[in-house]
Nanobody, 119 residues
């Protein structure tokens, strides 16, 4: 019913920038919030940033001051600056949404986009 598709990942040098995008499509009535998570090899998936569709944001400590999350109607973006080696991970898009007016809130995930920070 609902798909989340990430784009914008790639290889970047330390100190560089990337902008990730996530587009949600399908049977969406309303989106409560969207966010970005990341997972490095052998590590737990961790929160990067979240945003409600009325604009409230939350950032993980390691990315505060370097990353900025923003939103569209059915989209979320992550502007990443001053990238570090430790930012290397697969970045996943997440959405909490309703597919019907009186439906429950459901959790959806994209398949991820690779970000590699290397010199």
């Amino acid at each position: 019913q609902v798909q989340l598709v990430e784009s914008g990942g790639g290889l970047v040098q330390p100190g560089g920038s990337l902008r990730l995008s996530c587009a949600a499509s399908g049977s969406i009535f309303s989106i409560i919030g969207m966010g970005w998570y990341r997972q490095a090899p052998g590590e737990q998936r961790e929160l990067v940033a979240t945003i409600t569709m009325d604009g409230n944001t939350n950032y993980a400590d390691p990315v505060k001051g370097r990353f900025t999350i923003s939103r569209g109607k059915n989209a979320v973006y992550l502007q990443m600056s001053s990238l570090k080696f430790e930012d290397t991970a697969v970045y996943y898009c997440n959405a909490d949404l309703r597919t019907r007016r009186w439906g429950t809130i459901e959790d959806y995930w994209g398949r991820g986009t690779q970000v590699t920070v290397s010199s």
